[in-house]
């Protein structure tokens, strides 16, 4: 069994900053293949960006280098840091794992990814 907890969203200003962890437990090694994704009401789930088993990371092109993955040294925590958030950027963000047999489970989009978290919400207001 795997768990994905999501944690940091938060209500901030347009321009600011938030970070988002997702603590990973369970079959950490079995799913090494870990991405964020979210999804505002009323829209499809879309990708913000994944981290293969390499530790090679992608992003969805509307984050134009705002966001950045990262995973902790020392712990199974995998990190979403978001600068210069925009209202358009409101929504549920989820936590997700996967075995990706291929190495990279990214290019399936959230098809690829077997194990969810609950989602924290992030709202940016004007």
């Known amino acids: 069994q795997v768990q994905l907890v999501e944690s940091g969203g938060g209500s901030v200003q347009t321009g600011g900053s938030l970070r988002l962890s997702c603590a990973h437990s369970g079959s950490v090694y079995d799913t090494p293949c870990m991405a964020w994704f979210r999804q505002a009401p009323g829209k499809e789930r879309e990708g913000v960006g994944g981290r293969d088993s390499t530790g090679y990371t992608a992003y969805g092109n509307f984050v134009k280098g705002r966001f950045t993955i990262s995973r902790d040294s020392d712990k199974p925590i995998l990190y979403l840091n978001m600068n210069n958030l925009q209202p358009e950027d409101t929504a549920m963000y989820y936590c997700?794992?996967?075995?990706?047999?291929?190495?990279?489970?990214?290019?399936?989009?959230?098809?690829?990814?077997?194990?969810w978290g609950q989602g924290t919400q992030v709202t940016v207001s004007s």
């Open positions: 997700a794992a996967s075995s990706c047999p291929l190495g990279s489970s990214w290019f399936k989009g959230a098809r690829g990814y077997s194990y």
